[in-house]
T-cell receptor, first 114, second 114 residues
Framework: AQSVTQPDIHITVSEGASLELRCNYS??????LFWYVQSPGQGLQLLLK??????LVQGIKGFEAEFKRSQSSFNLRKPSVHWSDAAEYFC????????????FGTGTKLQVIP | DADVTQTPRNRITKTGKRIMLECSQT?????MYWYRQDPGLGLRLIYY???????NKGEISDGYSVSRQAQAKFSLSLESAIPNQTALYFC?????????????FGPGTRLLVL
């Protein structure tokens, strides 16, 4: 069975600093990988996804993530964080066949300080 | 207007009561999903539907039922609510016609069972 781990429950960064959120997955084949953001009082919004091809994936809002098969990781990065990035971030892993086969991580809550 | 709407946004009910959470979408998607979110547990799939006549149980369907009244409407019912069903509930949709489908979430319904 697939699984996904987000080791950091809560992260605090200063506005303008770089950000990296960690995600490790367990899956026997090439996974489908996703990052979602949940702003306070909002539903989840897809930031980016990886299915195949280039292992560096660009997403919305200036985010990117890199698929590293050797490390079973799909870390999310942003070079300069804005106060509006404060939210909860979810990594998810799945396989072909649809979203019913996607497993979500437990989330990382990002706090941005001035 | 939002593409995926959920009603109500907040609900307080008592143990043993029957309640229904409703989801409507204007995206024209065939696939719809119900999730619950609990702190520290991420999102877990309750039920999903690929079309009006195709409804499937997810990871945690016990205590829940669903109805797909039309392509655009997917309701979640708690037949006899219990306190451990207190959670944030999300509806989502996706378009199975796309090879790299994106999943769209509603804003959520916060349910408290006393």
């Amino acid at each position: 069975a697939q699984s996904v781990t987000q080791p950091d429950i809560h992260i605090t960064v200063s506005e303008g600093a770089s950000l990296e959120l960690r995600c490790n997955y367990s899956y026997g084949a090439t996974p489908y990988l996703f990052w979602y953001v949940q702003s306070p009082g909002q539903g989840l919004q897809l930031l980016l996804k990886y299915f195949s091809g280039d292992t560096l994936v660009q997403g919305i809002k200036g985010f990117e993530a890199e698929f590293k098969r050797s490390q079973s990781s799909f870390n999310l990065r942003k070079p300069s964080v804005h106060w509006s990035d404060a939210a909860e971030y979810f990594c998810a892993v799945g396989r072909s066949g649809g979203y019913q086969k996607v497993t979500f991580g437990t989330g990382t809550k990002l706090q941005v300080i001035p | 207007d939002a593409d995926v709407t959920q009603t109500p946004r907040n609900r307080i009910t008592k143990t043993g009561k029957r309640i229904m959470l409703e989801c409507s979408q204007t995206k024209g998607h065939d696939r719809m999903y119900w999730y619950r979110q609990d702190p520290g547990l991420g999102l877990r799939l309750i039920y999903y539907s690929f079309d009006v006549k195709d409804i499937n149980k997810g990871e945690i369907s016990d205590g829940y039922s669903v109805s797909r009244q039309a392509q655009a409407k997917f309701s979640l019912s708690l037949e006899s609510a219990i306190p451990n069903q207190t959670a944030l509930y999300f509806c989502a949709t996706s378009d199975d016609r796309l090879a790299t489908e994106t999943q769209y979430f509603g804003p959520g319904t916060r349910l408290l069972v006393l």
